[in-house]
């Protein structure tokens, strides 16, 4: 753990991918381990790992990157957080993000950008950014993100690790701070696919607090790994290597998808049609459910509340308008227009209807297939401010990754190679519930 907190020392001030680092706690905990002994059976005790500031800590300042939280301590941990402790697992900080996750680069932080770890000059992607970049940088070995439309997975590739998505309900949102609840989904970092596995297996799990939980039993996540995947079927939809996409990132994923065929897979290309509408219907239901969800920060019941206030009304605008970022007002007010009466069929459930056809798309291909193999991102990462003024080049970094949090599927993204000196990540898509299938592909490619 003070090796571990060294090495965060040693390159916060490039990366800026820490909020906040738990020193004190983090060594008492060590210490307290230490004293009762390493139990060597549980192949997590005493491991050290950073978690996302959207996860609530007891007693640990938990911000989701906004002003308008600064300064709440939360007086209750996340499910996920008391699982890490229940394995000897040691929180060693909080780290940055996109405020309240919305965002693809990092840089809707409302304390500092965080780094790309290849690169100081590029983003890291977003809006999981800090927890990617710090595992790329060798400042943790391990850390926990979240993914509403591709927040692990998307940084995962700009950072050249291993980054997953389970499938939503594997992992409790009790505790994690919402942003679009029908979306978001808890998940994992480490530079191996193996590492990854076990980090998984240790935040999953029913939990009656959360009532989208999911009822399922737990395999084994690493137990096939290392298995052959002679006879594995995955497709490669058309519509992921189309027009917007790189074509170096296209190649290094083609080339992927012709070494799965020599370790025994077959790969065909399939159709996903309806992916092309997957961004406009996530940024209409994604800012509609965060517009009610953003509902209760109105600047008395938690962290910031403006000065010099008159009355009621003035309380909730003064705080709400100097509390909240930009882009966090934009999806605010996106949100509250699709919901709104005279605009919800229009928009809203326009949109839910899109979402049951990209589900079904997804369905259709999986009755024949055992995996989905496409590129993460449109690009490889991308140079500090230059998307910053144009919310819809950000949005459209999203296109192959949305998709699959509308559908409830689990993804991983793994490195695939490189372009131009910068990682260049692939996505494994799955049938729910089939995380195993995913982490033995990813590790027979790895
Ligand atoms: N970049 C996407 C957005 O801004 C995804 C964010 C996420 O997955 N939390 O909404």
Same mark, same amino acid.
């Given at each position: 753990?003070?090796?571990?907190?060294?090495?965060?020392?040693?390159?916060?001030?490039?990366?800026?991918?820490?909020?906040?680092?738990? &020193?004190?706690?983090?060594?008492?905990?060590?210490?307290?381990?230490?004293?009762?002994?390493?139990?060597?059976?549980?192949?997590?005790?005493?491991?050290?790992?950073?978690?996302?500031?959207?996860?609530?800590?007891?007693?640990? &300042?938990?911000?989701?990157?906004?002003?308008?939280?600064?300064?709440?301590?939360?007086?209750?941990?996340?499910?996920?957080?008391?699982?890490?402790?229940?394995?000897?697992?040691?929180?060693?900080?909080?780290?940055?993000?996109?405020?309240?996750?919305?965002?693809?680069?990092?840089?809707?932080?409302?304390?500092?950008?965080?780094?790309?770890?290849?690169?100081?000059?590029?983003?890291?992607?977003?809006?999981?950014?800090?927890?990617?970049?710090?595992?790329?940088?060798?400042?943790?070995?391990?850390?926990?993100?979240?993914?509403?439309?591709?927040?692990?997975?998307?940084?995962?590739?700009?950072?050249?690790?291993?980054?997953?998505?389970?499938?939503?309900?594997?992992?409790?949102?009790?505790?994690?701070?919402?942003?679009?609840?029908?979306?978001?989904?808890?998940?994992?970092?480490?530079?191996?696919?193996?590492?990854?596995?076990?980090?998984?297996?240790?935040?999953?799990?029913?939990?009656?607090?959360?009532?989208?939980?999911?009822?399922?039993?737990?395999?084994?996540?690493?137990?096939?790994?290392?298995?052959?995947?002679?006879?594995?079927?995955?497709?490669?939809?058309?519509?992921?290597?189309?027009?917007?996409?790189?074509?170096?990132?296209?190649?290094?994923?083609?080339?992927?998808?012709?070494?799965? &065929?020599?370790?025994?897979?077959?790969?065909?290309?399939?159709?996903?049609?309806?992916?092309?509408?997957?961004?406009?219907?996530?940024?209409?239901?994604?800012?509609? &459910?965060?517009?009610?969800?953003?509902?209760?920060?109105?600047?008395?019941?938690?962290?910031?509340?403006?000065?010099?206030?008159?009355?009621?009304?003035?309380?909730?605008?003064?705080?709400?308008?100097?509390?909240?970022?930009?882009?966090?007002?934009?999806?605010?007010?996106?949100?509250?227009?699709?919901?709104?009466?005279?605009?919800?069929?229009?928009?809203?459930?326009?949109?839910?209807?899109?979402?049951?056809?990209?589900?079904?798309?997804?369905?259709?291909?999986?009755?024949?297939?055992?995996?989905?193999?496409?590129?993460?991102?449109?690009?490889?990462?991308?140079?500090?401010?230059?998307?910053?003024?144009?919310?819809?080049?950000?949005?459209?970094?999203?296109?192959?990754?949305?998709?699959?949090?509308?559908?409830?599927?689990?993804?991983?993204?793994?490195?695939?190679?490189?372009?131009?000196?910068?990682?260049?990540?692939?996505?494994?898509?799955?049938?729910?519930?089939?995380?195993?299938?995913?982490?033995?592909?990813?590790?027979?490619?790895?």
């Amino acid at each position: 753990t003070k090796a571990t907190i060294a090495d965060i020392k040693l390159r916060e001030a490039d990366m800026g991918a820490f909020l906040k680092v738990t &020193e004190n706690e983090a060594i008492a905990q060590a210490e307290a381990i230490d004293a009762r002994g390493i139990d060597s059976s549980v192949v997590t005790d005493g491991i050290p790992l950073a978690v996302k500031d959207n996860i609530v800590t007891k007693n640990i &300042e938990t911000t989701s990157a906004s002003k308008i939280l600064r300064g709440w301590i939360p007086p209750y941990n996340a499910t996920v957080v008391d699982k890490l402790y229940n394995k000897g697992m040691i929180v060693v900080g909080k780290t940055n993000m996109d405020e309240f996750a919305m965002g693809g680069s990092g840089e809707n932080s409302s304390v500092k950008p965080t780094h790309n770890a290849w690169d100081l000059n590029k983003v890291p992607g977003g809006s999981s950014s800090g927890s990617a970049a710090s595992v790329a940088a060798g400042q943790v070995r391990l850390s926990l993100g979240s993914d509403t439309g591709g927040s692990i997975r998307q940084p995962a590739s700009f950072n050249g690790i291993v980054g997953m998505k389970p499938t939503y309900g594997r992992v409790s949102r009790w505790g994690l701070i919402a942003f679009a609840s029908s979306l978001d989904q808890i998940g994992t970092f480490a530079p191996t696919v193996e590492e990854n596995a076990q980090l998984l297996q240790v935040i999953s799990g029913f939990d009656a607090q959360d009532s989208t939980s999911s009822q399922v039993e737990i395999p084994d996540y690493a137990s096939k790994i290392g298995q052959d995947i002679k006879g594995m079927k995955i497709a490669l939809p058309k519509e992921y290597f189309g027009e917007g996409i790189d074509e170096k990132v296209k190649a290094q994923v083609l080339a992927a998808a012709k070494h799965f &065929e020599s370790l025994g897979a077959k790969v065909e290309e399939v159709s996903l049609p309806h992916s092309k509408y997957g961004v406009a219907a996530y940024y209409i239901i994604g800012s509609s &459910e965060a517009s009610s969800n953003l509902q209760r920060f109105d600047g008395i019941r938690y962290g910031y509340r403006a000065d010099d206030i008159k009355n009621l009304d003035d309380l909730y605008i003064k705080s709400r308008s100097e509390g909240f970022g930009e882009e966090v007002k934009r999806r605010i007010m996106l949100g509250t227009y699709s919901l709104s009466a005279g605009f919800y069929d229009a928009y809203f459930k326009k949109a839910g209807q899109v979402r049951t056809m990209i589900v079904n798309d997804f369905a259709k291909v999986f009755e024949k297939y055992d995996l989905i193999l496409a590129p993460t991102a449109p690009t490889v990462a991308f140079d500090l401010g230059s998307r910053i003024d144009d919310p819809v080049a950000m949005y459209m970094a999203d296109i192959l990754t949305i998709p699959v949090n509308l559908a409830g599927l689990p993804g991983i993204s793994i490195p695939a190679g490189q372009v131009d000196g910068l990682p260049v990540g692939m996505q494994l898509i799955g049938k729910r519930y089939a995380e195993e299938t995913i982490y033995q592909a990813a590790a027979a490619f790895e």
